[in-house]
């Protein structure tokens, strides 16, 4: 009997960003928990999401360990008293329900901007971290080759992703709006990673911005703005830039905040300077909104105006829906069918045994000829003998009934012990 598929999740929609910033782990943590989750529980199919919106972890297995991941991941973490945020965290125990959800997070419908297309990525780098530990079974890579799939679908067949909609979408649509009235206005991106990456990108929207970029890597800051034509600067010079700067997004990852209010204050605000904090942990404290003139968003309250592109794409949720049922319905059906494969093939192994040892006792001096025309006979009495219980396990299958048409089957052809001899 296969293990039930479950999940955990702490997302945006349970939890607030100072809730996330705790809980969130980065590739090393992540790694290190798959690890424990292997060696602990003996876990297989296991694959763990972490982004500024989420940290989820899917496994299967015949228990409930959701508190035991918790605390695990209070043990990476340094959480002592970690299991008090066990609240935060929607459990699903049911098989269709958690299978149900990574669909709708993987394709995006469960994003704070709906349709982000970040997320499939983030699911196909945690699917490539738990196979590069053998923490991938059948179940899993064929549950994952199907969200593959149905993304394709999505994107072939629906709006949900046109244009750009994603939470750096949706920061770069709000620097627009408060910047409508100051002429050019100089944006200063602090960090290039993933979500700085996308920020730099769609900040072409904004062509009248003057935009510098500034990253531990000088390098890869380097290459990023030789291709859009922005500026760069040492990270050592990025607080003299930030006293510049109309606009400071920092995506950065940081133990502690990087922009403080003690620092904040150093800045001789003429008009406004807008912070827009796009990383978790935070990298800018909240209490530098006390400075006048300094105005802050974080991931929790960047919120995209219903441009026409999301608008187009929220049209679209019913069709993904959809599209998401019928991938789930294929999906159960396969499960079905591996479920009781293994029987069929004891089953058939141990009829086939059987026809074996007969012919061998009772035509031990036949004719070749002779010998060849009973194999075909018994061979074919056996397939109609099969035939029907095979036929009835997958019934019983589509009844949820397998479990009890399995036992039955193995027992009355002691399977078990059949199958142990080889």
């Known amino acids: 009997m296969q293990n039930?598929?479950?999940?955990?999740?702490?997302?945006?929609?349970?939890?607030?960003?100072?809730?996330?910033?705790?809980?969130?782990?980065?590739?090393t943590s992540i790694q290190s928990l798959l690890i424990k989750l292997k060696d602990f529980f003996s876990l297989t199919d296991t694959l763990i999401v972490s982004t500024c919106n989420r940290t989820e972890v899917y496994y299967a297995h015949e228990l409930d360990l959701s508190?035991?991941?918790?605390?695990?991941?209070?043990?990476e973490k340094g959480l002592e008293d970690v299991v008090s945020y066990i609240e935060y965290f929607n459990i699903f125990n049911n098989d269709k329900e958690a299978i149900q959800h990574l669909f709708k997070v993987s394709m995006g419908l469960e994003a704070q901007v709906v349709g982000d297309m970040q997320i499939s990525n983030q699911i196909k780098r945690a699917y490539q971290a738990a196979a590069d530990l053998d923490m991938a079974g059948p179940f899993l890579h064929r549950l994952m080759h199907t969200i593959f799939f149905t993304n394709k679908r999505v994107v072939q067949e629906t709006a949900f992703r046109d244009g750009a909609a994603s939470v750096s979408y949706a920061a770069v649509e709000l620097i627009e709006e408060l910047t409508s009235n100051t002429y050019q206005p100089r944006v200063l991106l602090i960090g290039v990673g993933e979500i700085g990456e996308d920020v730099a990108k769609n900040m072409v929207h904004i062509p009248e911005a003057k935009v510098t970029i500034t990253n531990r890597t000088y390098e890869k800051a380097q290459a990023l703005a030789g291709n859009l034509g922005y500026e760069v600067i040492p990270f050592e010079n990025c607080i003299e830039a930030m006293k510049e700067a109309d606009v400071i997004v920092s995506s950065i990852t940081r133990s502690k905040p990087f922009i403080t209010k003690e620092l904040v204050k150093t800045f001789d605000i003429q008009s406004y300077k807008l912070f827009v904090d796009l990383s978790v942990p935070r990298s800018i404290e909240t209490s530098v909104e006390d400075v006048p003139g300094a105005m802050l968003y974080n991931v929790d309250n960047i919120r995209s105006k219903a441009s026409e592109t999301l608008e187009r794409r929220l049209a679209s949720v019913p069709m993904v829906e959809s599209i998401i049922e019928e991938s789930i319905e294929e999906f159960f059906n396969w499960k079905k069918e591996a479920m009781v494969s293994p029987t069929i093939n004891k089953f058939k192994n141990a009829l086939e045994q059987i026809r074996k040892e007969e012919l061998e006792r009772h035509l031990k001096n036949a004719d070749p000829k002779e010998y060849a025309i009973i194999d075909k006979i018994t061979k074919s009495m056996m397939q109609k003998i099969i035939k029907i219980p095979v036929v009835q396990l997958k019934a019983a299958c589509k009844r949820?009934?397998?479990?009890?048409?399995?036992?039955?089957?193995?027992?009355?052809?002691d399977l078990d012990k059949e199958f142990s001899k080889k």
């Open 67 to 75: 508190t035991e991941i918790i605390k695990l991941i209070g043990l």
């Open 400 to 413: 949820e009934e397998a479990d009890h048409m399995i036992d039955i089957l193995s027992d009355l052809f």
């Open 4 to 27: 039930k598929f479950r999940a955990l999740s702490l997302s945006y929609k349970s939890a607030p960003v100072e809730i996330r910033e705790l809980i969130s782990l980065d590739d």
